[in-house]
């Protein structure tokens, strides 16, 4: 507990002040005894009373002393923890919430608007003339020091307060406390810290704290939580089941899945006879509508998933080969949780380049008779004609590295054992743009070495040794595939999820390399196979060894976009599996091209306050102003907390990618915050004993405003210190006037009484 004096000057004086009734008790004048024949009865009665006496006078002295001690302590302003005394400097660390949940219209008022107005009336608590400062912190993600230094200048912090908007990032109060610790704390200034939370309470604003560092405050104020439901709905996420658009041959059917998240439904509930009901509509960049669709609520649901389906023809690129779409919700109380954008890839005709053992009439080398090419079976799978929208060009493996191109959208490598330096290193520059490659093992078996090179291809210049272990594995009966898909949002065969159990019934596996234990691992809590690293079982046999795996693009910040790399266990070869020769393949073939084409050549979106990633082809970037959007919304430097897009150049000025920011719709939640579990989170992560909550000023009158005047003052243990010392002053000094008094009269009453006794005793003595 802090112990500081504004007087110690004042203190010291007052102290010494204790030592004179001490000195004067203890003085006594030297007289010399006269006789008097009377004053032997009075030296009888004091000698018995004597003891009492002197108790009387040390209890008179210990109350004088103190009182003058109290006198010293309060005149001084003696300050002890919660005795806040106004004279002394005050450092104010102010937070503001300005995160899409500040967005929430509540009682025709924006919530940012109320946490302004309490940053602005706690800042009318602070004096320049008395050195008080004060320091500015946005708590939206990533939290950013407006003001920091702490400064004197009170007008021109009160200008940025004014000036600042909602942004579509969550609140992020860890990052704060970490800012305003680089608040100035000499020891030899006597200062206050004071914490002040501009911020309502509701949802998950407050609910992030974790108590790393735990930051060091006087005191913390905080607006009281908001006490009453408003309904919301927002859009979590949305996804595109056709990452790719070609538009030439096929158009496959496309829906657009949107998830929603409801809150504050207690509100909703009032009135259970009506349901709640939500518009979906789908929009491409030119605003112009391509699907819709509602949903009615369920009384007390909270979440919603929503497929709308929308015609993959009338969606045309912007650039860079993509295309946006832009899903918008019904307006409620938050607006900015209510549109997002998302990207879809397009191409007017998909170009792969098929790798084996052939010769220039296409028929491969190594053909046994009556055996069909694996190229052959490739090609009728995923270009069997023109309508279905994909170039093949069949690549020699012996002249690989010569003839792969650098416009291929995918690689379907079919003879990896024969491929040379050189080749793989094409592949990895293919790779590291974005294209999808597949590889299976040579038709005619032999090693298995080139595991070795999938793993520098997808770790750069580290080996995983991932493959370590993996052997080829012969079956004396054939097995079957499992019926069911892999667990995985992200499957690139989640699209025949439906139909894949009757699809894959038929299958029958002779031969595949076993892969090591060491791809996959398993989840310790409920024992399910989880991704590691990016790597995902597509297929399984029955027996629950992976016969395929998907590799996910990953280490964005380290060399370009990376596509989806496919590696299967087995050969597209009638001696290896009659998967081929099934009606499973053709299907199976078109959706991981696709869907990895789409998804490997596109930027990952990412959630406002997100880093954006920075690819090394990167020279500029620039944000993307739609139909729809007010080119005022963003200014400079928040790019990140703003949900839109952002187009990224090359050195030549041209579009290579767009970023896709979605807003923090978790964050925008409208659930009312519990006060005790806030008090805990906060008091977890500030070394303070309490939080000090102030009642917002819901309607700005002036009655509202002075709720928060003095706060400093008479909020929570203000009554100042001196102030007590003073009251116990007086009260010290009244009790020792009565009892004074009272130890007067006894001592005469006594004293005559004695004297009396005394002449009555001798008298009838000598009677």
């Known amino acids: 507990?802090?112990?500081?004096?504004?007087?110690?000057?004042?203190?010291?004086?007052?102290?010494?002040?204790?030592?004179?009734?001490?000195?004067?008790?203890?003085?006594?004048?030297?007289?010399?005894?006269?006789?008097?024949?009377?004053?032997?009865?009075?030296?009888?009665?004091?000698?018995?009373?004597?003891?009492?006496?002197?108790?009387?006078?040390?209890?008179?002295?210990?109350?004088?002393?103190?009182?003058?001690?109290?006198?010293?302590?309060?005149?001084?302003?003696?300050?002890?923890?919660?005795?806040?005394?106004?004279?002394?400097?005050?450092?104010?660390?102010?937070?503001?919430?300005?995160?899409?949940?500040?967005?929430?219209?509540?009682?025709?008022?924006?919530?940012?608007?109320?946490?302004?107005?309490?940053?602005?009336?706690?800042?009318?608590?602070?004096?320049?003339?008395?050195?008080?400062?004060?320091?500015?912190?946005?708590?939206?993600?990533?939290?950013?020091?407006?003001?920091?230094?702490?400064?004197?200048?009170?007008?021109?912090?009160?200008?940025?307060?004014?000036?600042?908007?909602?942004?579509?990032?969550?609140?992020?109060?860890?990052?704060?406390?970490?800012?305003?610790?680089?608040?100035?704390?000499?020891?030899?200034?006597?200062?206050?810290?004071?914490?002040?939370?501009?911020?309502?309470?509701?949802?998950?604003?407050?609910?992030?704290?974790?108590?790393?560092?735990?930051?060091?405050?006087?005191?913390?104020?905080?607006?009281?939580?908001?006490?009453?439901?408003?309904?919301?709905?927002?859009?979590?996420?949305?996804?595109?089941?056709?990452?790719?658009?070609?538009?030439?041959?096929?158009?496959?059917?496309?829906?657009?899945?949107?998830?929603?998240?409801?809150?504050?439904?207690?509100?909703?509930?009032?009135?259970?006879?009506?349901?709640?009901?939500?518009?979906?509509?789908?929009?491409?960049?030119?605003?112009?509508?391509?699907?819709?669709?509602?949903?009615?609520?369920?009384?007390?649901?909270?979440?919603?998933?929503?497929?709308?389906?929308?015609?993959?023809?009338?969606?045309e690129p912007i650039g860079a080969r993509t295309s946006l779409l832009r899903v918008l919700i019904d307006d409620d109380a938050n607006l900015r949780d209510n549109e997002v954008v998302v990207p879809v890839s397009t191409r007017r005709v998909i170009r792969v380049g098929v790798i084996d053992q052939v010769n220039t009439l296409g028929e491969s080398r190594s053909s046994r008779a009556g055996s069909i090419a694996s190229s052959r079976w490739v090609r009728a799978a995923l270009a069997p004609d023109e309508s279905f929208g994909v170039s093949i060009l069949d690549i020699d493996a012996s002249r690989a590295a010569s003839s792969i191109s650098g416009d291929l959208d995918a690689l379907v490598v079919l003879s990896p054992g024969q491929l040379d330096d050189a080749a793989w290193e094409r592949i990895a520059s293919l790779h590291e743009g974005g294209s999808l490659v597949m590889i299976t093992p040579d038709r005619d078996g032999g090693s298995i070495d080139w595991l070795d090179r999938v793993e520098q291809l997808m770790s750069g210049a580290t080996t995983d040794n991932i493959f370590d272990g993996s052997f080829k594995r012969d079956f004396e009966n054939p097995m079957s595939l499992d019926t069911s898909l892999p667990d995985g949002s992200t499957n690139l065969l989640g699209s025949l999820s439906g139909e894949y159990a009757s699809l894959s019934r038929s299958v029958r596996v002779t031969q595949a390399v076993q892969f090591s234990?060491?791809?996959?691992?398993?989840?310790?809590?409920?024992?399910?196979?989880?991704?590691?690293?990016?790597?995902?079982?597509?297929?399984?046999?029955?027996?629950?060894?992976?016969?395929?795996?998907?590799?996910q693009p990953r280490n964005l910040e380290l060399g370009g976009r990376r596509g989806f790399v496919v590696v299967f266990g087995f050969a597209f070869d009638l001696d290896w599996t009659n998967l081929p020769a099934r009606p499973m393949f053709v299907p199976m073939m078109q959706e991981i091209l696709r869907q990895g084409v789409g998804r490997g050549s596109m930027m990952p979106s990412i959630i406002?306050?997100?880093?954006?990633?920075?690819?090394?082809?990167?020279?500029?970037?620039?944000?993307?102003?739609?139909?729809?959007?007010?080119?005022?919304?963003?200014?400079?430097?928040?790019?990140?907390?703003?949900?839109?897009?952002?187009?990224?150049?090359?050195?030549?000025?041209?579009?290579?990618?767009?970023?896709?920011?979605?807003?923090?719709?978790?964050?925008?939640?409208?659930?009312?915050?519990?006060?005790?579990?806030?008090?805990?989170?906060?008091?977890g992560s500030i070394d303070v004993e309490t939080v000090e909550w102030v009642e917002q000023g819901m309607d700005g009158d002036e009655s509202a405003q002075n709720s928060s005047r003095s706060a400093l003052d008479h909020s929570a243990g203000g009554v100042s210190f001196a102030l007590w010392m003073l009251l116990a002053a007086g009260i010290i000094a009244i009790l020792e006037f009565i009892l004074a008094k009272l130890f007067t009269t006894n001592v005469h009453a006594d004293t005559v009484h004695g004297s009396s006794a005394t002449q009555l005793n001798q008298a009838g003595g000598t009677r």
């Open 1 to 315: 507990m802090p112990f500081t004096l504004l007087h110690p000057a004042l203190f010291a004086f007052g102290i010494a002040c204790v030592s004179i009734p001490i000195i004067l008790h203890l003085l006594k004048r030297k007289r010399r005894p006269i006789p008097w024949g009377a004053m032997r009865f009075l030296e009888q009665a004091y000698k018995k009373r004597r003891r009492i006496l002197t108790i009387e006078q040390l209890i008179l002295l210990f109350l004088r002393c103190i009182l003058i001690a109290l006198i010293a302590m309060g005149v001084g302003s003696l300050m002890l923890g919660s005795g806040l005394q106004r004279s002394i400097p005050t450092t104010m660390v102010i937070v503001i919430d300005q995160s899409i949940g500040s967005a929430l219209v509540y009682g025709d008022e924006m919530e940012i608007e109320k946490n302004k107005r309490f940053a602005m009336q706690m800042i009318e608590e602070l004096e320049q003339s008395r050195g008080d400062r004060v320091m500015l912190i946005s708590a939206g993600r990533p939290a950013k020091g407006l003001v920091v230094p702490e400064t004197t200048d009170f007008g021109s912090v009160r200008s940025i307060i004014e000036t600042l908007d909602p942004i579509d990032s969550g609140f992020d109060l860890q990052q704060s406390l970490v800012l305003a610790q680089q608040m100035e704390n000499d020891p030899s200034l006597t200062t206050r810290h004071v914490l002040v939370i501009a911020a309502s309470g509701r949802g998950t604003s407050l609910m992030d704290l974790e108590p790393e560092s735990r930051a060091r405050f006087d005191r913390v104020f905080a607006m009281q939580p908001a006490q009453e439901e408003v309904g919301n709905i927002g859009i979590e996420s949305v996804n595109v089941n056709r990452s790719l658009v070609t538009h030439s041959g096929v158009s496959l059917p496309m829906g657009v899945q949107v998830n929603l998240i409801r809150s504050g439904i207690e509100s909703d509930l009032q009135d259970q006879s009506e349901r709640a009901t939500s518009s979906i509509q789908v929009f491409d960049q030119k605003s112009k509508l391509i699907g819709d669709r509602r949903i009615r609520w369920e009384i007390g649901q909270t979440q919603a998933t929503v497929i709308v389906a929308i015609n993959p023809d009338s969606i």
């Open 608 to 683: 406002a306050g997100d880093r954006v990633p920075s690819q090394a082809w990167v020279v500029s970037e620039k944000r993307l102003h739609l139909d729809h959007e007010d080119p005022t919304l963003s200014s400079s430097g928040d790019e990140m907390t703003r949900a839109g897009v952002i187009a990224q150049y090359d050195s030549q000025g041209t579009t290579r990618g767009f970023v896709v920011i979605h807003p923090d719709s978790k964050s925008s939640t409208t659930t009312i915050s519990n006060n005790e579990e806030l008090i805990e989170l906060l008091i």
């Open 517 to 551: 234990s060491q791809v996959i691992s398993s989840d310790s809590e409920n024992g399910q196979e989880v991704v590691e690293d990016g790597r995902l079982p597509i297929l399984t046999l029955d027996d629950g060894s992976v016969l395929a795996l998907e590799f």
